[in-house]
């Protein structure tokens, strides 16, 4: 059965150091390349934040051979009761999850591998405490999702297939947990109504970008550069840590990709 806990409850972290290789990430349009030096900066950021929330994060090495793996979201889905390896949707990626599955087999009793041949990133993939959302996008096809759902129920949860909204690289691109019946999202994707179960707190016009904001225990991590929408939160209440994204920003990723969160049990 899943852990009574809350969802964004962890104690635990898995992240991947960037790549020099890092400044030829995958990107949509016309983008200038990050420096190594300025997502290396920002990742180092993100671990101190993490482990000030309390969480005890696991760091492995760089990958030179996949410009995107410092993404460790995308390649992995992590809960208490196991870890499923997925199948990246870009043919550049499709080597991650091998690479990081002796580090989840030493982690987890249970982790089970994406049947069948379609793909799933874990970007398109939000847990709630009623169940794990899968987005339908150019990087989740039907038949991965569908596969991740047998996994999913596998491991005592429910899953349920949802619209990512065109043109948008993820899911959680456009939206992020806030609370156990607040969700922080686009415009474009509440309209959707996929989200008509929840409290919706609505990105300010312009700001699309900090919609992929990272609950974790206490704090709510939230990209730096965007004021309307921490001046927003801040003033609901939340406990906010304005973290820089500009850098990871150029390579189309947001603050859930660079980790794999979960709570375990005993410590």
Same mark, same amino acid.
């Given at each position: 059965?899943?852990?009574?806990?809350?969802?964004?409850?962890? #104690?635990?972290?898995?992240?991947?150091e960037?790549?020099?290789?890092?400044?030829?990430?995958?990107?949509?349009?016309?983008?200038?390349? +990050?420096?190594?030096?300025?997502?290396?900066?920002?990742?180092?950021?993100?671990?101190?934040?993490?482990?000030?929330a309390?969480?005890?994060? %696991?760091?492995?090495?760089?990958?030179?051979?996949?410009?995107?793996?410092?993404?460790?979201?995308? +390649?992995?889905?992590?809960?208490?009761?196991?870890?499923?390896?997925?199948? +990246?949707?870009?043919?550049?990626?499709?080597?991650?999850?091998?690479?990081?599955?002796?580090?989840?087999?030493?982690?987890?009793?249970?982790?089970?591998?994406?049947?069948?041949?379609?793909?799933?990133?874990?970007?398109?993939?939000?847990? %709630?405490?009623?169940?794990?959302?899968?987005?339908?996008?150019?990087?989740? !096809?039907?038949?991965?999702a569908?596969?991740?759902?047998?996994?999913?129920?596998?491991?005592?949860?429910?899953?349920?297939?949802?619209?990512?909204?065109?043109?948008?690289?993820?899911?959680? %691109?456009?939206?992020?947990?806030? !609370?156990?019946?607040?969700?922080?999202?686009?415009?474009?994707?509440?309209?959707?109504?996929?989200?008509?179960?929840?409290?919706?707190?609505?990105?300010?016009?312009?700001?699309?970008?900090?919609? #992929?904001?990272?609950?974790?225990?206490?704090?709510? =991590?939230?990209?730096?550069?965007?004021?309307?929408?921490?001046? =927003?939160?801040?003033?609901?209440?939340?406990?906010?840590?304005?973290?820089? %994204?500009?850098?990871?920003?150029?390579?189309?990723?947001?603050?859930?990709?660079?980790?794999?969160?979960?709570?375990?049990?005993?410590?």
């Amino acid at each position: 059965m899943s852990s009574p806990r809350s969802v964004y409850h962890f #104690n635990s972290a898995i992240v991947r150091e960037p790549s020099r290789s890092v400044v030829d990430g995958l990107r949509a349009g016309e983008h200038a390349s +990050p420096t190594y030096e300025g997502v290396k900066a920002e990742h180092n950021d993100y671990i101190a934040a993490l482990r000030e929330a309390g969480v005890r994060v %696991t760091i492995l090495p760089a990958l030179e051979a996949f410009p995107d793996s410092i993404f460790v979201e995308d +390649p992995a889905l992590v809960f208490t009761e196991g870890a499923i390896l997925l199948r +990246p949707g870009a043919a550049s990626r499709v080597g991650e999850p091998a690479a990081i599955a002796p580090a989840l087999r030493d982690m987890f009793d249970t982790v089970l591998d994406l049947p069948g041949q379609g793909y799933v990133d874990g970007g398109d993939v939000l847990t %709630t405490p009623k169940e794990v959302m899968i987005g339908l996008s150019a990087r989740t !096809d039907k038949a991965g999702a569908e596969a991740l759902a047998l996994c999913i129920d596998k491991l005592g949860r429910k899953a349920k297939l949802v619209a990512t909204p065109e043109g948008v690289l993820h899911f959680k %691109t456009d939206c992020s947990l806030l !609370d156990e019946e607040t969700v922080l999202s686009t415009a474009r994707l509440a309209r959707s109504g996929v989200f008509k179960d929840f409290k919706q707190i609505i990105i300010p016009e312009g700001e699309e970008a900090a919609a #992929n904001a990272l609950r974790v225990n206490d704090i709510l =991590m939230v990209p730096a550069e965007h004021p309307r929408t921490l001046d =927003m939160l801040d003033r609901l209440g939340y406990r906010i840590v304005a973290m820089k %994204t500009a850098e990871i920003g150029r390579i189309d990723a947001g603050l859930s990709c660079l980790s794999l969160r979960w709570y375990r049990e005993g410590e």
